[in-house]
């Protein structure tokens, strides 16, 4: 559609600027010259009166020098004088007091108003084609009308007015094109800018946009999107290899179960061998199953949906309940869980998301603390939110390992061969921070490695509401 | 109990119509939405077992249509869609209950029945199992003529097996009963939980009350 495309054309920012650039231009050519026709108008106006002031004067000294008895000599020196200024198309009239038409001039142009008196004394008046002026003489005698043509200066002023119009011509014309090009330079760092994002795509994000190093805000436009290209790289990066590891973990129970199917089917056996068989394939299912929710649960983090409900939480009730439901095993295990300052906390959250990082932090307190251990949590109210701390006298974590226990997946070199009996999904911490930073809060671990762990959140009572 | 399934699933509908089937319920399966629809308008079910994402006419809106039309029959929602708005989404279109696939066959059954209790005639204050006996406004549990004595996790941990008599309770079932949460986490908290309790109930008889089904969960009932 040509309208349209038009649309486009003209919606461009080149377009727009050269549109203005030449409106702006052309409005300041004509002004211009618009006031020097007035200024050049008006000094061939000053140059007309004075020319008729000056022939006044010297008209009046010569009747009065010479008086009315040479009266015949006047006319023919005043018909001499208009011979001579015949390009101005001088004429010269005599009237008496009262206005009485006397004499005229050759070349006094034949006319109506030339047989009187029109107009004020002393003021220039234009009539027809004519600037003309009159006054009394000195000796009141007489009334004396000098005129000239305007043709000349008329003339002048439209030999100027065609050059005039000739030049906003060819401005109307360059204007825009100059503005074109002008525009062009400007907006080409946004032109490259705009190419090079083009060519941009998620699998290669290693091209950045040009940053000319003049400080303006098209490289403060440049410095933003590459900020933010990095930001996005990284994210990319950690998605890709967080896919990459979920992968691999679903592998090894799918490995599992195809295996154990195939071998259960390569020989006919007892009905109580495949009822074995499927017993282990359910536990397998639980594995993947487990596998599989906690992996659409840091999705779902990823998101920002995690954790979005925000009600009351009554935060002392939700851990005691939590230390109830983990004290059994602990005892079992020969491991004293207790609580050390607990504090009544109420907080703005999502109950079952901070149940699920309470309980996450307890299982692992009770999976990396020997017999005879202890666990304390402690609960602490602040001004505007809480402090949760688990510690206990486990295992503790390795230096090297600190850094990296709450990303998704990591697992301790150490612990991958001893603690196989233990073996989780690798997403507990990973979760856990998911929910507290959906809280708007922070985690972080401590450790002596061999003297235990310790972890702490902080809370604040109203975290900012998520837009659902 | 007579059950109508929508499920488009072969696997998922041809496996839950054999379970309900030898469970001795009446079963049938439909594998579109707008058929569900029909045969829950025509016949008189128990319960619907309703999968949200189906060809033809979806889940939430075969339950919105039979709501409105006055058809009270109570519907279970199955869908792969866990967060909490969908399940919002589920229960203000009208259904009585939601489940998350994947799940035990042994829970969507608990609470087919759970959902048919709820519609029936109040529960009797006792439960009883075997020898078993739980006192509801006591709070009294004896088996034989034994008083035992129970914690208040342990009271709820065994009210919640007897009212399943006889069916398999799973560990997700019974985590969310007692911490509403269906926590799953690698330490055995619910074993050891049930392991007390068993203690407690089985001192001095040879026979434990409570049964371990492997893979599955738990079960009460006299051996």
Redesign the interface.
Known sequence: MPSAKLKVVFGTLRARLTFWISIVAFLLVAAALVGVREQLRQLFVDRDNDFIQEEMAEIEDEIIDRGPQHFDDIRRDMNYKATDHSRRKLFIQLFSRSGELLWSSVRTPDEEWTARIVGTAGEFIVLGKHRVLHRPLRDASHIVRVGISTERSDNNLWLFTRSMLAVGGVALLLIPVIGYVLAGRATRPLSQIIDTAARLHPAQLNERLPVRGTHDELDRVSQTINGLLDRIARYLQRSREFNAHAAHELRTPLAAIQSSVEVTLLVDRTVEEYKEELLDLLEEFDRLRLLVNQLLLLAEGDAGRLGQGREPVRLDELVRRAIEMFQAVAESEGIRLAVGTFDAVTLAGDATALRQVVNNLLDNAVKFTPLGGSITVDLTAEAHGCVLRVTDTGVGIAESDLPHVFEPFYRSEKLQSSERSHRGTGLGLSICRAIVEAHDGSIRAESTPGRGAKFTIRLPSHPAAKGI | MELLVVEDDPVIGRSLRQGFVEAGDKCVWAKEGDHGLELARSQQFEAIVLDVLLPKLDGLEVVRTLRTEGVKTPVILLTAL????ERVAGLKAGADDYLVK?FAFAELKARLEAIGRRLGPRASPTLQVGSLNLDLSTRRVARGDRDIDLTP?EFSLLEFLMRHDGQVVTRKMLCEH????D???????IE??V??LRGKLDRGFDQSIIQTV???GYAIREA
């Open positions: 866990g967060s909490v708005e994947p996790t007692l911490w509403e949460s926590w799953e986490g690698s330490t055995n908290v050891v939980h392991n007390r492997r893979g599955r």
